[in-house]
């Protein structure tokens, strides 16, 4: 059987990184991995290292920036024209911010939404018409328990993957048609360079969020600081996952014929999807805020 083609955005690090590398060293090769990322000269070369004799072999690394069309449509046409499909987009690409929502630059919102929401936008438009035309594809978007459950922290990157989780259940349902499944992969905590950055603990990383603020009312700050950290649980959870876990999740995903349209990588994201979609008035989501 031919290996699937499976394009990637946001390889340099990070979850992308670990999704691509995973593939790519398949011993059953039933992959070929195009790794793509915004920057190739300064970007590639811990890729390059990790893949070592996957490197132009199963793994490929091209450049490509989710927010400019001009990239998305000269790397998406060169793979096409290569390998004549396009079997998987992974969607990984992906900024997070933690500035205070009400600061009047908006510069935050606009450039996470462009990454994280218009650049999944871009591409999917790109390499649908691809997968319809061959009447078969997988697209996975990977977005977060973020994505389903608002929290009092990091506003811009919650909006972000709330559009991208409506955008995805929107186009969902015509794309099956075609036998185009669109899912989203939803993790919880997940030990990336990002969260290194903090010391792989989520408190600090709470602290570190509120310490990047500016210009928010003292009074502000202090009621969203108490309802964070008197229940941290009820933030994302206490299960921190490795990349390599939802690396094989999305693997197993890609195998599966007739994927579903959700998958939370662990436990705890379960339990929040389960309390999420049971109670339709969003009373109980936000009287576990409120009574802290």
């Known amino acids: 059987m031919a290996a699937q083609i499976v394009v990637i955005t946001g390889c340099s690090k990070g979850i992308g990184q670990g999704i691509a590398l995973t593939l790519a060293k398949d011993p ?27 490197y132009d072999d199963t793994l490929f690394i091209r450049e490509l920036d989710v927010t400019k069309q001009e990239t998305i449509d000269k790397t998406t046409n060169e793979i096409f024209e290569t390998e004549g499909r396009i079997d998987v987009l992974v969607n990984n690409a992906g900024l997070a911010n933690a500035d205070w929502w009400q600061n009047p630059a908006m510069d935050a919102f606009y450039d996470v939404m462009d990454v994280n929401y218009f650049g999944c936008v871009r591409m999917t438009k790109a390499i649908a018409p691809i997968m319809k035309a ?67 603990d989520t408190v600090r990383a709470q602290q570190a969020i509120f310490d990047s603020w500016t210009n928010c009312p003292e009074e502000e700050a202090t009621i969203t600081k108490k309802m964070v950290t008197q229940n941290p649980d009820v933030v994302l959870g206490t299960e921190i996952q490795s990349i390599d876990d939802i690396a094989k999740l999305v693997e197993d995903v890609i195998l599966t014929p007739k994927p579903d349209f959700r998958y939370q990588t662990s436990e705890a994201v379960k339990e929040f999807a389960r309390q999420r979609f049971v109670d339709p008035s969003g009373n109980k989501i936000m009287n576990s805020w409120l009574k802290q």
């Open 28 to 54: 059953q090769r039933r992959f070929k991995v195009y790794a793509t990322m915004r920057n190739i000269a300064t970007n590639q070369d811990d890729t390059k290292t990790k893949a070592g004799i996957y």
């Open 134 to 200: 061959q009447r078969s594809g997988k697209i996975l978007q990977i977005s977060s328990v973020l994505g389903f459950k608002a929290i009092p922290l990091c506003q811009q990157y919650v909006s972000s993957k709330f559009a991208l989780e409506g955008f995805s259940e929107s186009i969902a349902p015509p794309l099956r048609k075609f036998n185009v499944w669109v899912s989203l992969i939803e993790p919880g905590v997940v030990v990336t360079p990002m969260l290194h950055l903090f010391g792989n």
